[in-house]
């Protein structure tokens, strides 16, 4: 696709399609498979800026969560070219789990609304959000896709959109919320990093339970992870490998569990040591 979509006069920006950024040596997504925009949102009464990015995919077609998993095309932001932006937030929905030939990868099948939260440099002045996303989609084959975006964002007061609000709402719970007693994680080391054992204290979630993991570092390399469900415990276990020559310090609390199942899930931040 060449051309660029018009700004539609309700403020309803959309994400342009045109040619890949140079050195980004991707596609742009034409809209007969993912069609991109910018929801505006509204202002909080704390003066953050709560607006999302959606991307609505052709029949059959899924895009990646953050983790995808070792075959899946985690999205990437850079948004370096916005104007009065300090902080962005995004509230990842609870993905959906698929498992095609014995390969597992996470994300979600025909739409994604990814609301976020921006916190402006100086508050109550103008902010508008612009620069590249690059993010994969798949059916029977994948591809890395890129585009730009730029709009911007309501100052005053604007209704709260059906769509951010919905995607709020689909947030994974919050150890508290789910009744986590407790998560407990041990290191040992292996030739190339470390593996982590994993014990989290938690009601079951739904007959079929995943976990994933999570590092500070997006450098990191994380396996795939390895649970099973013993009473009323989850036990997870995994290999965490840095970048090759990197040095290499794992801080418990900075460490992030996602439980899922059955369309539900549990959002878990630190372990301590047992």
């Given at each position: 696709?060449?051309h660029?979509f018009t700004?539609?006069?309700?403020c309803?920006?959309?994400i342009s399609a045109?040619?890949?950024s140079?050195?980004?040596?991707?596609?742009?997504a034409?809209?007969?498979?993912?069609?991109?925009e910018l929801?505006p949102?509204?202002?909080?009464a704390?003066?953050?800026?709560?607006?999302?990015?959606?991307?609505?995919?052709?029949?059959?077609?899924?895009?990646y969560?953050r983790a995808p998993g070792d075959?899946?095309?985690?999205?990437?932001?850079d948004?370096?070219t916005s104007?009065?932006v300090g902080?962005?937030?995004f509230?990842w929905?609870v993905?959906?789990?698929?498992?095609?030939g014995?390969?597992?990868?996470?994300g979600y099948?025909?739409?994604l609304?990814?609301?976020?939260?921006?916190t402006?440099g100086?508050?109550?002045a103008?902010?508008?959000?612009?620069?590249?996303?690059?993010?994969?989609?798949?059916?029977?084959i994948c591809?890395p896709m890129?585009?730009?975006?730029?709009?911007?964002?309501?100052?005053?007061?604007?209704?709260?959109?059906r769509?951010i609000?919905?995607?709020?709402q689909?947030r994974?719970?919050t150890s508290?919320?789910?009744?986590?007693?407790?998560a407990?994680?041990s290191?040992?080391?292996?030739?190339?990093g470390?593996?982590?054992?994993?014990?989290?204290h938690?009601p079951?979630?739904a007959?079929?339970e995943?976990v994933?993991?999570?590092t500070?570092?997006?450098?990191v390399?994380?396996?795939?992870?390895?649970s099973r469900?013993?009473?009323g415990?989850i036990?997870?276990?995994?290999d965490i490998?840095?970048?090759?020559?990197?040095?290499?310090?794992?801080n418990?609390?900075?460490?992030r569990?996602?439980?899922?199942?059955?369309?539900?899930?549990?959002?878990i931040?630190?372990c301590?040591?047992?």
């Open positions: 696709m060449r660029a700004y539609l006069a309700t309803l920006a959309l045109a040619p890949a140079a050195g980004s040596g991707l596609p742009s034409p809209d007969d498979i993912a069609r991109i929801l949102g509204w202002r909080t704390t003066g953050e800026h709560m607006a999302a990015l959606r991307i609505k995919l052709a029949d059959g077609w899924k895009t969560w075959s899946g095309i985690p999205p990437s932001f948004l370096k104007e009065n902080h962005v937030e509230h929905p993905p959906d789990v698929f498992v095609e014995g390969v597992r990868t996470i099948k025909e739409e609304v990814l609301p976020m939260t921006i402006p100086t508050a109550g103008p902010i508008k959000l612009s620069g590249d996303l690059q993010f994969g989609v798949c059916l029977d591809m890129q585009a730009s975006l730029s709009m911007a964002l309501p100052t005053g007061a604007a209704t709260q959109n769509a609000k919905k995607a709020l689909a994974p719970d508290r919320e789910a009744g986590v007693k407790k407990l994680c290191f040992e080391p292996i030739r190339d470390l593996r982590v054992r994993a014990e989290i938690m079951r979630l007959p079929n995943v994933v993991l999570e500070a570092d997006p450098e390399w994380v396996a795939e992870v390895d469900r013993e009473g415990r036990i997870a276990e995994t490998v840095p970048p090759k020559g990197s040095a290499f310090a794992l418990r609390s900075e460490l569990f996602t439980v899922l199942g059955a369309g539900r899930g549990v959002d931040l630190g301590t040591g047992g």
